[in-house]
């Protein structure tokens, strides 16, 4: 499986960016407008929309872990033509938070063996933008 990894701190704690990764209202501020769906229960549903060009789009997944303040895993089925809709297809996303002096450090890990998944170049942007909403809200 093809693994990517990108980092950065969060002049926060890990509360903070733990309620801005598992908060609708504060992920849809990072996460390009995507509405998240999920309890945050091991084993529930987890599923991303939004609308791209007056279609809506859905990511749905599983939540395959959580530690408050410490980890957030899941998987996630992104729909393309010719996808089928099997586990072979899903890509596993985990943020991994580490309490740095006063920081917080934010380690996203992609893995996704998909044909032309996500690749390691989008990860940074994301970061970035997660650490100016946390920053300033």
Known sequence: MATHIADIKINASTQKVFAALTKPELIKLWQYDRVLTTDWTTGSEIKFTNNADGKLFEQRGTVLEVRPNELI????????????????????????????????????IQEDNRPGGFTPISLKPILVTLKKVVETN
């Open 73 to 108: 895993k899941y998987n996630l089925f992104t729909p393309r033509p010719g996808l089928e809709d099997m586990i072979e297809n899903y890509s596993v996303t985990s943020y991994v938070l580490t309490s740095d002096h006063g920081q917080t450090k934010v380690e996203i």
